[in-house]
């Protein structure tokens, strides 16, 4: 387990219903680079940065952990680090996990 710690960067993959409501701007099924701000006991707060570039604040956000079943609602996760000799892969598309391939 990663300990969430303030000012780490984490991927985040906003609500569906944020998206259709225009809240965020679709990101086309990548995950958006987040700074942790705040760290709960069970959540983090993030500052989101879009596709464009604009920064959102999202509070109380689940920091998912590698093997944890993904939620329903908007979520955060730790991007996947590559080895020294790994090709760079492509982000995952939304619903699918770091590290599955």
Same mark, same amino acid.
């Given at each position: 387990?990663?300990? !969430?710690t303030?000012?780490?960067?984490?991927?985040?993959? !906003?609500?569906?219903?944020?998206?259709e409501a225009?809240t965020?701007?679709? !990101?086309?099924?990548q995950?958006?680079?987040?700074?942790?701000?705040?760290?709960? !006991?069970?959540?983090?707060?993030?500052?989101?940065?879009?596709? =464009?570039?604009?920064?959102?604040? =999202?509070?109380?956000?689940?920091?998912?952990?590698?093997?944890?079943?993904?939620?329903?609602?908007?979520?955060?996760?730790?991007p996947? =680090?590559?080895?020294?000799?790994?090709?760079?892969?492509?982000?995952?598309? =939304?619903?699918?996990?770091?590290?599955?391939?």
């Amino acid at each position: 387990m990663i300990i !969430p710690t303030v000012g780490r960067v984490v991927w985040y993959y !906003p609500r569906k219903g944020e998206i259709e409501a225009g809240t965020i701007p679709d !990101p086309e099924g990548q995950p958006l680079a987040a700074i942790i701000a705040h760290v709960n !006991p069970d959540s983090v707060n993030l500052m989101v940065i879009s596709a =464009r570039g604009t920064p959102y604040c =999202r509070n109380f956000i689940p920091l998912m952990q590698e093997g944890d079943a993904q939620p329903a609602g908007d979520y955060c996760e730790w991007p996947k =680090r590559a080895t020294p000799n790994e090709k760079p892969r492509p982000l995952p598309a =939304r619903g699918e996990r770091a590290g599955q391939v």
